[in-house]
């Protein structure tokens, strides 16, 4: 892995928004990425750093929760990293694709921790105005700083080319952008969100009991 790989890469781009596709391509470039948003419970309202430092120091790239909301925090303990804005195409969008991933895994305490409620159903003003605001201090806080943070929305076309710029590192050769949870259909898919979704209930259930 070259010098340039080695840098810390965190994905500051909420639930949604194609964080899965961010990860997937991080380790087809060789990365030791992480993506257990489970932590975000241990890290409490305080989002302290220190809790997380042990999975800092031994991964290169990060996504999901809790790094979108620690993205100051971030900059700040690591001043080379790079950030990646992962957006949909309108807040609507990833609204209605938030509302389906609730659906099919209920109201739960890792959904309070993050958005404030335990479920965007019946809140959808309050978590668009959420993601509108997230995205805008996002941008602002690295707008002086060109090359610090990469805004990407894969369905909208974004993919090795700008990632692979942004990171300077070589994409792998003649493998096609993942593009992960684009929707795909038949039995199969059918099968695994099922079992994501007995997953999730288990493990959702046993976090709400201990975090209530």
Avoid at 44 to 68: I, K, M, N, T
Avoid at 192 to 197: K, Q, V
């Amino acid at each position: 892995m070259t010098q340039a790989a080695r840098t810390k890469v965190f994905c500051v781009g909420l639930g949604k928004t194609g964080t899965s596709t961010f990860g997937a391509a991080m380790k087809m470039l060789g990365y030791r990425h992480y993506c257990r948003p489970r932590l975000l419970l241990k890290m409490g309202p305080g989002r302290d750093l220190a809790l997380a430092r042990d999975v800092l120091e031994r991964h290169d790239s990060f996504d999901d929760f809790p790094w979108p909301l620690v993205f100051r925090e971030l900059d700040a303990a690591y001043p080379d990293a790079k950030f990646v804005l992962t957006v949909r195409k309108d807040s609507q969008t990833w609204l209605r694709s938030l509302v389906s991933h609730a659906q099919r895994t209920g109201a739960n305490a890792m959904k309070k921790a993050a958005y404030g409620h335990r479920t965007p159903i019946g809140a959808e003003d309050a978590h668009v105005a959420f993601y509108e605001a997230h995205n805008a201090a996002v941008i602002d806080h690295f707008s002086d700083r060109p090359g610090k943070l990469l805004t990407v929305c894969w369905e909208q076309g974004d993919g090795w080319r700008e990632l692979c710029e942004h990171l300077g590192v070589q994409p792998p050769a003649e493998a096609p952008f993942p593009m992960a949870n684009a929707g795909q259909v038949g039995p199969l898919r059918t099968l695994a969100r099922r079992l994501r979704r007995i997953y999730n209930q288990t493990v959702f259930g046993i976090l709400d009991r201990k975090y209530q």
